[in-house]
């Protein structure tokens, strides 16, 4: 055959035939994945020509067809974005075949084994880039016997049999992830002492920027060695998804009593969030907000270095007026004065909720400046800085400071426990973030009266801490049992609930 040109309309004219049929959308279950699996077989052996075409391609053909590169040749014919034709290209060159000078026929390619699996279909472009990338970054350090024996390896895995054992049972055909594993496993017996320049060049490249302040966040990038990045992503699944083993067993069985509003199996339904109405967050907004919450903790330790002879501390700076018209008479700032909210070691919030109310009085207006940051913030951000930190006030007469106050409202380590042991999570239903890394909000504001005790805290991680003016739920104490009243479209009965069972409101049943 001189020419495949011919068989290729043809396999354009019958994939046309089966688009035009309008029979796939009613295919049954086990014809759609007959389908799938076919169209697999087309599409890899699609990738095959493409990549073949284009590895046996000479220097000058671009140039040829108008185009500076094999790069803008392949965007422009195969109507794929840059990175798709950079696959392209970077397949080619592991397949491409040099002629032989003297009688003109074409030399093995560098990954034979592999490039025999791509045209029988058993890998696309994904699976040989996967394949070939471990080794091909080891460079000469793995020697060209030792590659093909690799390339072997390789192919007999994407085909779905090990060739090195004749013997052994056959296995699935191998996905592109299978073959990055088994590559990577390879290159590390070959190259054992590769992990050294890899590491140190990894070391040199590890970085943390952060951006110019731009619609009101900070673009954040960077490079996290690996074990920085287990220890963060530890973090974020710990925040997002916490695993509690549970009280002990104590050989005995709680039932509801018939006033708490539970399933017939005992499960309250108002602590649970099928529908992801309580949370709404994405994945990247918990993650922020599990960060937020970690760098709190961290300010704290006392591990922590200390910043002019105090642990780093955030501090929000806001005029007296702008702070006392925000929130009427939520906080008796006095006169004209700049007023500094100053939290215990990086930790800041405040909804605003009253525990009589059950109202948020967030700020309708205002700006507060935190140093550092290069634009102003919103007022609210004061009123949530203020409610588990120290307000300090700086008077100033022209310029001069004429007087300084101080207003501690902080918990102290051991009310923080007591709390943390008597609520255990987020007070919110539905949030299962531990108390212990929970931020403790004071129910009645400290500025109406309200005590910096363990009758006027509840834990609220740092997202519901900071949402809870806005968000609709409502918290109140009653005799000094916390209890929360949901939004309309989480509880149409809008009534005063405990927010988990314990044991003053089950009745105990011996099994």
Same mark, same amino acid.
């Given at each position: 055959?001189?020419?495949? @040109?011919?068989?290729?309309?043809?396999v354009?004219?019958?994939?046309?035939?089966?688009?035009?049929?309008?029979?796939?959308?009613?295919?049954?279950?086990?014809d759609?994945?007959?389908?799938?699996? =076919?169209?697999?077989?087309?599409?890899?052996?699609?990738?095959?020509?493409?990549?073949?075409?284009?590895?046996?391609?000479?220097?000058?053909?671009?140039?040829?067809?108008?185009?500076? /590169?094999?790069?803008?040749?392949?965007?422009? @014919?195969?109507?794929? !974005?840059? &990175?798709?034709?950079?696959? @392209?290209?970077?397949?080619?060159?592991?397949?491409?075949?040099d @002629?032989?000078?003297?009688?003109?026929?074409?030399? &093995?390619?560098?990954?034979?084994?592999?490039?025999?699996?791509?045209?029988?279909?058993?890998?696309?472009?994904?699976?040989?880039?996967?394949?070939?990338?471990?080794?091909?970054?080891?460079?000469?350090?793995?020697?060209?016997?030792?590659r093909?024996?690799?390339?072997?390896?390789?192919?007999?895995?994407?085909?779905?049999?090990?060739?090195? !054992?004749?013997?052994?049972?056959?296995?699935?055909?191998?996905?592109?992830?299978?073959?990055k594993?088994?590559?990577?496993?390879?290159?590390?017996?070959?190259?054992?002492?590769?992990?050294?320049?890899?590491?140190?060049?990894?070391?040199? #490249?590890?970085?943390?920027?952060?951006?110019?302040?731009? #619609?009101?966040?900070?673009?954040?990038?960077?490079? +996290?060695?690996?074990?920085?990045?287990?220890? +963060?992503?530890?973090?974020?699944?710990?925040?997002? /998804?916490?695993?509690?083993?549970?009280?002990?067993?104590l050989?005995? +069985?709680?039932?509801?009593?018939?006033?708490?509003?539970?399933?017939?199996?005992?499960? /309250?339904?108002?602590? #649970?969030?099928?529908?992801n109405?309580?949370?709404?967050?994405?994945?990247?907004?918990?993650?922020?907000?599990?960060?937020?919450?970690?760098?709190?903790?961290?300010?704290?330790?006392?591990?922590?270095?200390? $910043?002019?002879?105090?642990?780093?501390? $955030? =501090?929000?700076?806001?005029?007296?007026?702008t702070?006392?018209?925000?929130?009427?008479? %939520?906080?008796?700032?006095?006169?004209?004065?700049?007023?500094?909210?100053?939290?215990?070691?990086?930790?800041?919030?405040?909804?605003?909720? #009253?525990?009589?109310?059950?109202?948020?009085?967030?700020?309708?207006?205002?700006?507060?400046?935190?140093?550092?940051? !290069?634009?102003?913030?919103?007022?609210?951000?004061?009123?949530?800085?203020?409610?588990?930190?120290?307000i300090?006030?700086?008077?100033?007469?022209?310029?001069r400071?004429?007087?300084?106050s101080?207003?501690?409202?902080?918990?102290?380590?051991?009310?923080?426990?007591?709390?943390?042991?008597?609520? %255990?999570?987020?007070?919110?239903?539905?949030?299962? =973030?531990?108390?212990?890394?929970?931020e403790?909000?004071?129910?009645?504001?400290?500025?109406?009266?309200?005590?910096t005790?363990?009758?006027?805290? =509840?834990?609220?991680?740092?997202?519901?801490?900071?949402?809870?003016?806005?968000?609709?739920?409502?918290?109140? +104490?009653?005799?000094?049992?916390?209890?929360?009243r949901?939004?309309?479209?989480?509880?149409?009965?809008?009534?005063?609930?405990?927010?988990?069972?314990? $044991?003053?409101?089950?009745?105990r049943?011996?099994?």
């Open positions: 055959m001189n020419n495949p @040109v011919p068989l290729l309309d043809q354009v004219s019958d994939l046309d035939q089966v688009l035009s049929a309008d029979a796939l959308g009613a295919l049954s279950d086990a759609r994945m007959h389908v799938l699996r =076919v169209a697999g077989e087309a599409f890899r052996r699609i990738e095959a020509v493409v990549v073949e075409a284009t590895a046996g391609a000479e220097p000058g053909f671009p140039e040829e067809f108008g185009c500076r /590169n094999m790069n803008e040749l392949l965007q422009r @014919v195969l109507r794929v !974005d840059a &990175p798709g034709a950079a696959r @392209v290209v970077k397949a080619a060159d592991l397949l491409h075949r @002629v032989e000078l003297t009688s003109g026929a074409r030399l &093995p390619a560098r990954w034979p084994a592999l490039r025999g699996a791509m045209l029988d279909g058993s890998i696309g472009i994904a699976g040989l880039l996967a394949a070939t990338g471990p080794i091909e970054r080891a460079g000469v350090r793995i020697g060209a016997a030792d093909l024996r690799a390339d072997a390896e390789l192919a007999g895995q994407a085909r779905g049999y090990v060739l090195a !054992d004749a013997a052994a049972d056959v296995a699935p055909p191998a996905t592109p992830e299978d073959l594993q088994f590559a990577q496993l390879i290159a590390l017996y070959l190259d054992p002492d590769g992990s050294a320049p890899s590491d140190a060049e990894a070391s040199q #490249n590890r970085s943390f920027t952060i951006g110019r302040l731009r #619609n009101g966040t900070y673009p954040v990038r960077g490079n +996290m060695l690996p074990e920085t990045y287990a220890q +963060m992503q530890l973090i974020f699944d710990a925040q997002m /998804n916490p695993k509690t083993a549970g009280p002990e067993d050989g005995v +069985m709680f039932r509801p009593s018939d006033e708490m509003d539970c399933d017939d199996d005992g499960a /309250n339904p108002f602590n #649970n969030d099928p529908r109405v309580i949370d709404p967050r994405t994945r990247a907004q918990k993650q922020h907000d599990a960060l937020a919450a970690a760098l709190g903790i961290a300010a704290r330790h006392d591990d922590m270095p200390s $910043l002019g002879g105090a642990a780093p501390t $955030l =501090v929000v700076h806001i005029d007296a007026a702070f006392a018209t925000g929130a009427g008479a %939520k906080f008796a700032v006095g006169s004209a004065a700049d007023a500094l909210p100053v939290p215990n070691s990086g930790t800041n919030s405040d909804s605003g909720t #009253n525990s009589d109310t059950g109202t948020g009085a967030g700020f309708a207006a205002g700006w507060a400046t935190i140093p550092g940051v !290069d634009a102003p913030v919103s007022a609210s951000v004061a009123s949530h800085t203020a409610c588990t930190g120290t300090q006030r700086v008077l100033f007469d022209e310029g400071i004429i007087g300084i101080v207003t501690d409202r902080i918990f102290t380590v051991h009310q923080r426990r007591a709390i943390v042991l008597r609520d %255990k999570e987020c007070l919110i239903p539905g949030c299962h =973030v531990p108390a212990s890394w929970c403790i909000h004071h129910v009645t504001e400290h500025a109406r009266g309200g005590p005790h363990t009758d006027n805290g =509840v834990p609220l991680c740092w997202h519901h801490h900071r949402t809870l003016d806005r968000s609709g739920w409502e918290i109140r +104490m009653i005799g000094g049992i916390p209890q929360i949901g939004p309309g479209w989480w509880d149409h009965a809008q009534r005063w609930r405990t927010p988990r069972a314990t $044991l003053h409101t089950l009745t049943t011996r099994v």
